[in-house]
């Protein structure tokens, strides 16, 4: 059903550049708002909220390689080496920033957050880099998604997503109170927000089954692409602002279950995320934005560091020179990401290089059960 993608697509790793790029815009738009209160930063920031990570899980899908016909205990297996060994090195990697900034700042978590942050890691907690949640929701995508295709058949499967968002829905906006009925917290393992984003990643899988960007690339299908791109453009942006939120928080926070509208959510999500697509696939190849795709997984620890850390600072900086005008903003915000994104591609590769080279082989010399190849 789901043929192998052997290449690697140029514009896969270019949607994911273009993503990444959002997240680093959108974590300082973000905090820019949160000193100026400017309308236009605001505007800015709940667009890219819209959207931005369910397009990530739209490519996660994409990117599926389909290990359905593997037992549970070697799905399990393959998925820990793939997501999980990332996740703790990057958690581990994040830790000594995280505990000398509380020291540095005097914060007072007592000693007890200290010894037992750690363990929070258990929960799938992403203590020491919040913006890892993302490896972690995926995972659990991916284990919902194997026991799903594993129920239903394949076209029982792609007819019940609507169901299965649903479903999602419920839980994530009454996550309190399932949690008092299962005892199991929402963050656990981000179960609950896993269940509305899995839908996302099925789109992906199905949008790669019906070779979707592998038509022609005459002139006639290129035009017919940039028409789709500029009226799916116009359907998130018309859209984005009307959905609306019950709480004090009134953007989309995949994170904080916070998704709003149960019909705008995922009109402008999908919108959003089929025109970053279209217009990865319309872009020219060039180096830089493919060494960004290449490395997202990095990217997103690093940007971790920057939300946390420097962000707060460099907003500081520039907020002098920020008006309450989209240009202003944009033009700030947009240097300063392009800067962030820059530096943070110095790091990338070496923290790629430890992980391949250090912190995997150790693992799997400690752990022979989670030797063999990871996809």
């Given at each position: 059903?789901?043929p ?19 997240v680093?815009?959108?974590?300082f738009?973000e ?8 309308g236009a930063?605001?505007?800015q ?5 819209s959207?931005h990570m369910p397009l990530?899980?739209i490519?996660?899908g994409y990117?599926?390689k389909?290990?359905?016909h593997?037992?549970?205990q070697q799905f ?15 958690n ?6 995280w505990?000398?900034w509380?020291?540095a700042?005097g914060?007072?978590?007592g000693?007890?957050r200290y ?16 913006l ?7 995972f659990?995508?991916?284990?919902i998604?194997?026991i799903y ?10 007819c019940?997503l609507?169901?299965?968002y649903?479903?999602?829905?419920i ?22 927000e ?15 089954n ?5 038509t022609?690339?005459d ?5 017919k692409m940039?028409?789709a791109m ?13 959905n ?9 926070d ?7 509208n ?12 089929l025109a970053?697509?279209?217009?990865a696939?319309?872009?020219?190849f060039n ?13 997103l620890c ?7 850390y420097?962000?707060?600072p460099?907003c500081?900086?520039?907020?002098s ?10 033009s ?18 070496r923290?790629s ?12 010399h400690?752990?022979r059960w989670?030797?063999g190849?990871s996809m």
């Open positions: 059903m789901f192998n993608i052997n290449e690697r697509l140029w514009w896969l790793d270019c949607a994911k550049a273009y993503g990444m790029i959002l680093f815009y959108g974590h738009v905090q820019l708002y949160g000193l100026t209160n400017f930063a605001f505007s920031y709940k667009l890219i909220y959207f990530f899980f490519l996660a990117s599926f389909n290990l359905d593997l037992g549970f399990m297996k393959n998925r820990a080496r793939a997501r999980l060994l990332p996740w703790l090195f990057l581990a990697v994040s830790a000594p920033l505990i000398g509380h020291i700042t914060a007072n978590i000693l007890r010894l037992f942050a750690p363990i929070a890691l258990l929960r799938g907690d992403s203590v020491y880099n919040a890892l949640w993302f490896i972690v929701c995926l659990t995508v991916e284990v998604g194997y295709r594993h129920i239903l058949k394949p076209k029982a499967a792609s019940f609507i169901v299965v649903l479903i999602g829905w839980v994530t906006r009454n996550s309190a109170e399932f949690s008092k009925i299962f005892g199991i917290s929402g963050r656990f393992w981000m179960l609950h896993a269940i509305i984003m899995y839908p996302f990643y099925h789109l992906g899988m199905i949008l790669k019906a070779s979707f960007l592998r022609s690339t002139r006639a299908a290129l035009l940039a028409a500029i009226l799916l453009c116009a359907i998130t942006v018309l859209t984005y602002s009307l609306t939120f019950s709480g004090p928080d009134k953007v989309v995949i994170a904080a279950f916070n998704h709003g149960i019909f705008l959510f995922p009109l402008t999500a999908v919108c959003g995320s970053i697509i279209l217009v696939y319309l872009t020219p180096r830089p934005l493919q060494l960004i795709g290449q490395n997202t997984l990095w990217l690093i940007n971790g560091w920057f939300y946390h420097f962000n707060s460099l500081g900086l520039f907020v020179y920020a008006t309450n005008s989209f240009a202003s903003v944009m700030i915000c947009a240097f300063v990401s392009c800067l962030s994104v820059a530096v943070s591609l110095l790091v990338a590769p923290l290089y430890i992980f391949s080279r250090y912190f995997e082989q150790i693992a799997i400690h752990y989670l030797a190849k």
